[in-house]
């Protein structure tokens, strides 16, 4: 069994940034692919960035070369560096668990954090 907390969210400007942390419970983590999700209002929750138990990443294009995903195995947490926010970052994000070195799907979801950006 793995719980993942989420924490980091807020309101922000456009042109700002936060970094959203996940921290997971449970054995064996460091074996673990992690990503973010986010669901705005009204629409379908979609994949934002994925990371490898060897920590190679991926993105989707809307946010490649502002959000950064990273992992700290020592402490069992994931990270999300989010700049240059736009509005359509609201959203909703969150963390997931695959119960295998590369992402797939989730196994296990954290309860989401809520990310938004207005002026």
Wanted: glycine share 10%; with cysteine.
């Amino acid at each position: 069994q793995v719980q993942l907390v989420e924490s980091g969210g807020g309101l922000v400007q456009p042109g700002g940034s936060l970094r959203l942390s996940c921290a997971a419970s449970g054995r064996g983590f460091r074996f673990n692919a992690m990503a973010w999700y986010r669901q705005a209002p009204e629409k379908q929750r979609e994949l934002v960035a994925s990371i490898s138990s060897g920590g190679n990443t991926n993105y989707r294009d809307s946010v490649k070369g502002r959000f950064t995903m990273s992992r700290d195995n020592a402490k069992n947490t994931v990270y999300l560096q989010m700049n240059s926010l736009k509005p359509e970052d609201t959203a909703v994000y969150y963390c997931a668990a695959a119960l295998r070195p590369v992402w797939t799907r989730g196994d296990y979801w954290g309860q989401g954090t809520q990310v938004t950006v207005s002026s």
